[in-house]
């Protein structure tokens, strides 16, 4: 079962130099609080239609992600 939410935030920086740390699943548990794990589930780069898994303290099921 997928939710389908969407979270606008404003930060004084480029878009290009937002979506590259959003893309950099590497640095991820820099900004993203209580990450455990984070994993490709498929490969090369990544690009529209990519998706990652990721798990958290809270919760011990993986969350699948997709970049649109």
């Not at 939410?5 to 900004?31: G, I, Q």
């Not at 490969?43 to 970049?67: D, F, H, V, Y």
């Amino acid at each position: 079962m997928s939710i389908p939410f969407e979270v606008k935030r404003n930060f004084p920086v480029s878009k290009e130099e937002a979506y590259s740390s959003l893309v950099d699943l590497d640095a991820a548990n820099h900004w993203m609080q209580g990450l455990v794990g984070i994993e490709r589930m498929n490969e090369g780069p990544l690009r529209e239609g990519s998706q990652w898994g990721k798990r958290g303290r809270c919760s011990a099921k993986r969350l699948r992600n997709i970049l649109r």
